[in-house]
């Protein structure tokens, strides 16, 4: 192409970085010249990373049935020919705001090997022209200019209105959907104001005829799938923006010469592949036994699996605990992905515990639903990188050849950013990382694509509050827009949070389909056809467990010596015992004054412990209470809520404070889980609940909120005659204590329960009105990486994480000795992360100051644990007991 023909968008760099002599591959167009510190300027022209990143849209798409079938459901367009170039239209015009001096200015020796013919003297540019210049909110706002010059249709404004939404998703890539224009001319002469209004001119033109686009035919955007397209080309971007996207061109080509070798480019480097974007190829649909381990047949729940179709919607799995809700959900997703209708799966779970459980999980179930080229499975929460198996899979990403046949892996590029967690085959994370993707943070978008390609399976989704079902309710609504799939599964959901859910996706009033209250229960909502409510046939066996139960009442629902008593002698009988105390300072007085009267081991596991500490608390717990746990001599575990979901532990007597209904059947689960040999005195299950004899249930109400829950589930307790029936009581019981009709007659609630139940109640509204607000208000986002937008996703201020350190040291030294002035920032940040504890915001008034996120404590060793006192308080901490807290009677 001889440069005298070239047009004038060709004079404007796109993508540059410094690098020293000779130059390396990345430079485009030129060599670049040296600049004052020696080093070599390599850039790409602008218009030609425009085609890339259309190139890597397209090239995925055309590989990616799936995505595909997802973009064209969210444009609501049957033609590929036109979703292929509609993305590869407004791909080409992400950056269209660096058509402009002062980004172009913004390295001045690239603009004046590209620009020959400028002359200096007529720029007027200060500093604060090239700083403050945003290319992508000034992109977004000169299309609307230019296409009014460009266009004279009779209803322009509708056409640009029609437009905005299109422009401001792919224009939002560094970030943020900008939702105003805004635009100031730069100090420069005419002649420079001329050039660029030529070459955007002049590129709007071009490449609206490039790809056929009739602009008046494009499919609008909706508030809900618009976010879904900003990640879509979010991620292109930072594809062909990486040093693997390599493309030399020495000499200026056409536009269709260039796309062409962009995407056999693509193609023949496999970047898409390597990245783990694309996966390997679905292993075809084997019924799920081929889920279950060696020999098993499908029980319960299990069995209905085969009568659902593999067609797009929610479904909702309601089953007692470990009854094989998870294969069930894996087997529908493997139908899906199947089909095409999906290309990854996105597991999201309550805790960080509970998402290092189903990674080991989804590890050993992968090469059954993937076949080919590793399969990249993405371990996201906020600790993942402590996680054995996850750097295990990270390592196998970073050595492994990415064709290997059945390998799990994890590709180094997905893991080199959070925003990007979400873009492998197999992704599990805790809820948080989904609802980030519908709050403001940063690039937020980039995680709904992730999530709406994918079948998004919620585990827990009875144990959310208001707030964030607020938040998840959006992003049912994005994944719906876009005739996505979720599933859904609990084992305690009320009927009002389910048709809540229901709602979100389309509207519709379920509450009395038929078979919609039995239980265990599997709905299918399919996006188009007729919802289904399968449940067992009268007659199957269920599985069902009756546990035993009986309720000790006292003042401060605490054990009494009697209780002591019991439990020492059933550790001495060789039996498993479980204590599960709602409160951290509870857990640890019940521990010291049990190992007090027995001399059978007695562990503690809870929160407060330094996280390196707690990594091993967990472990420990899963190895002497767990399935293949060794019982030779009886012992006890006290344990606080860190046992209550998704830890395959087994007792043979659990002793419970009292907690919600739906949060003790979750502890029951915990008891006689397993098929084992047990003591004599504990074939059958057996549960003893501390509770209180008076209507104010103190800490306990602080901690679960609703006075009413916690009335009635300590009357169901008192009236069910000593045993509960499952998985019957998991409906009945749920619907009794969460319903919102009042008691009456003997069992008639106390004024005082009421009146605290509808102030919180009340509380719990507002709050799901403040997350809906979040989610559409348009407020400046967050970084994420910044806590406070974490806290976007609770609704309340972050608990507080304190870092013991040793006291007298001249420069910060953790308790194992590590000191600050040997490690490098990154590493040190590590340590601190290991080494944090997290305690309750209300501690805030009398800690010392927070200092870059932390709260440094100095303790000294004193009597074999360490110790730190303010006033009349004083805050320990060993291994075995974790942070206690102490306070003198003044």
Known sequence: MNSVTLPAYYNYWGKARRGASPPSPLSTCGEGEYNTDGNRWEYHLLVYHCLDVAAVGRVWLENDRALLQRISSALNCSSKEDVLNTIGLFFALHDFGKFDIRFQSKIPEIRNIIWKNLNESDLLLCENDLSGYDHGISGYSLFIKYFKELFAFENIEDEIEALKPWIAAVAGHHGSIP????????????????????????????????????????????????????????????????????????????????????????????????????????LKYQGISTLLPDNSVPQQIQTLIE??????????????????????????????????????IVFALPTQAT??????????????????????????????????????????????????????????????SKKLVFL?????????????????????????????????????????????????????????????????????????????????????DYSNGANSNLY??????????????????????????????????????????????????????????????NVVDVAQSITNILRGKCSHPVDLFHSRYRFKDRQQKEKNAIDLYGKTAVRADGRVLVATQVIEQSLDLDFDWMITQLCPIDLLFQR?????????????????????????????????????????VLWRSR????????????????????EIVYGAEEWLGENCEPESVVGKSCAFRQMQRQAWFEA????????????????????????????????????????????????RNNFNEYDWAELLDMNSIPVPVSWKDWLPRMEDGYIFISMDYLENRWIWKKGNRTLTYDTDYGLKKMEDKE
Not at 321 to 331: D, N, P, R, V, Y
Not at 395 to 408: E, H, V
Not at 682 to 701: I, Q
Not at 788 to 806: F, H
């Open 179 to 282: 939702k105003q224009t805004h635009w100031v001319e730069p100090l420069a002469e005419n002649t420079v104001f001329t050039h660029d209004r030529l070459s955007r001119k002049q590129w709007m033109k071009d490449i609206l005829a490039f790809f056929h686009s009739d602009i008046q035919t494009v499919k609008p955007l909706t508030t809900e799938t618009q976010p879904f397209i900003a990640g879509f080309c979010s991620v292109c971007d930072w594809i062909a923006s990486s040093e693997d996207f390599v493309l030399l061109e020495k000499e200026p080509v056409d536009l269709n010469t260039y796309f062409k070798r962009a995407k056999e480019h693509c193609t023949r480097s496999e970047i898409l592949e390597k990245f783990g974007v694309v996966g390997p190829r679905v």
């Open 307 to 344: 009568n659902i179709q593999a067609t797009p919607g929610i479904t909702i799995i309601e089953g007692s605990t470990g009854s094989g809700k998870t294969e069930a959900a894996l087997a529908i997703a493997w139908k899906l992905l199947d089909a095409g209708h999906v290309d990854s």
């Open 355 to 416: 998402a290092n459980a189903m990674l080991d999980r989804i590890k050993k179930l992968a090469s059954k639903l993937f076949c080919g080229q590793g399969v990249n499975l993405v371990l996201a929460h906020g600790k993942a990188k402590y996680n054995e198996t996850f750097e295990k899979l990270k390592k196998a990403g970073r050595t492994s050849n990415f064709k290997d046949q059945g390998i799990a892996q994890c590709a180094e590029w997905i893991t080199k």
């Open 424 to 508: 492998g085959q197999i992704g599990v994370c805790t809820i948080d990382q989904v609802l980030l993707g519908v709050v403001p943070v940063r690039h937020n978008f980039m995680r709904t694509f992730g999530t709406v390609k994918s079948v998004l399976i919620v585990d827990e989704v009875h144990a959310y509050d208001r707030y964030m079902y607020g938040l998840l309710e959006a992003v049912l609504s994005r994944q719906k827009a876009a005739n996505g799939s979720a599933i859904l599964l609990s084992a305690t959901l009320p009927a009002k949070q389910k048709q809540e859910l229901f709602n979100s996706w389309n509207g519709s």
């Open 520 to 581: 265990p229960l599997l709905s299918n909502i399919p996006n188009t056809g007729k919802p289904l409510f399968l449940s067992l046939p009268e007659g199957i066996n269920t599985r069902g467990k009756t546990v035993k139960i009986e309720q000790v009442k006292n003042n401060d629902s605490l054990p009494d010596d009697s209780l002591y008593e019991r439990i020492t002698d059933a550790i001495n009988d060789g039996a498993a015992v479980g204590v599960v105390c």
């Open 668 to 708: 029951l689960g915990r008891l006689h889980r397993h098929n084992r040999e047990r003591p004599e005195n504990f074939s059958t299950p057996f549960c003893t609940v501390l509770s209180t004899e008076k209507n104010d249930f103190g800490a306990h109400e602080l901690i679960y909120g609703d006075t009413r």
């Open 715 to 734: 009357e169901m307790v008192g009236t069910c005659g000593g045993e509960i029936q499952f998985p019957g009581a998991y409906r009945k019981w749920i």
């Open 772 to 819: 809906q607000q979040i989610v559409t208000d348009g407020r400046t986002p967050w970084e994420d990486t910044d806590a406070a937008a974490i806290s976007l996703t609770r609704g309340k201020e972050m608990g507080l994480n304190v870092v013991p350190v040793i006291a007298d040291k001249v420069t910060v030294t953790l308790l194992d000795g590590e000191c």
